[in-house]
């Protein structure tokens, strides 16, 4: 979606991240609940527009145990990412890993039921960071897939090892199947992200300090 300009209403899938935000903490929630039943929640303006070769949404999503606090925040991350998939018709797919990778949930065309997102929602997986692993299962998913172009998008809070030979299979991969890599990366003062590193294997770097910050991501 090409965003232009700020309305007001109350489409899901067009809602600005700040007022995502707003539903997911307790203090802002009625008042959220309340301007959304009135259609006064701030949404984008925008006009829909067609990708050439058009794939799938892939969110990687850090779910070790320094991502705890904000498991909400990262949940709601993921399923308005996914609201956008479904409108847009495209396969979707939520990797979340910690020292391992977890259940990977793939919704072609973005279709997800209620017990799918509440199945989500409920779990997390906590301990170390892992980087390889959640890139290794995108390639699968990617290399299983009859689209060529997709969005990768990375988010985390900690550091990790890459060996140069992954990294190096990695970005070959990428120029083959023709995807693209964003990684989100979440600075506070008890983490630290190797960011050379994960310039390594993304096409763009997005630095933020709260998960919806990272407004630009949806716009995908």
């Known amino acids: 979606m090409e965003r232009k300009n700020i309305s007001i209403g109350h489409e899901v899938s067009r809602l600005l991240p700040i007022e995502l935000a707003n539903y997911v903490m307790d203090h802002s929630k009625k008042d959220f609940l309340r301007r959304f039943s009135e259609s006064q929640t701030l949404v984008f303006d925008t006009k829909g ?5 058009k794939g799938p949404i892939i969110i990687c999503m850090d779910e070790s145990s320094s991502m705890t606090s904000i498991k909400e925040h990262s949940k709601a991350f993921c399923i308005a990412l996914l609201t956008i998939a479904k409108k847009q018709k495209r396969d979707f797919a939520i990797i979340p890993f910690a020292s391992t990778v977890g259940d990977v949930q793939v919704f072609r065309k973005g279709q997800a039921t209620t017990q799918d997102l509440l199945t989500f929602s409920n779990s997390f997986l906590g301990g170390g960071t892992n980087y390889e692993q959640p890139l290794r299962e995108s390639l699968n998913i990617l290399l299983q897939s009859e689209f060529n172009e997709a969005d990768i998008l990375f988010v985390t809070d900690g550091s990790s090892f890459l060996s140069t030979h992954f990294i190096d299979e990695f970005n070959a991969t990428k120029k083959k199947k023709q995807f693209e ?9 008890f983490n630290t992200v190797d960011v050379n590193l994960v310039n390594k294997f993304s096409d763009r770097v997005i630095e933020v300090n709260e998960l919806f910050d990272a407004g630009d991501v949806f716009v995908l």
């Open 49 to 53: 527009k067609d990708r050439k070769g």
């Open 181 to 189: 890599c964003t990684a989100v990366i979440l600075t506070n003062l």
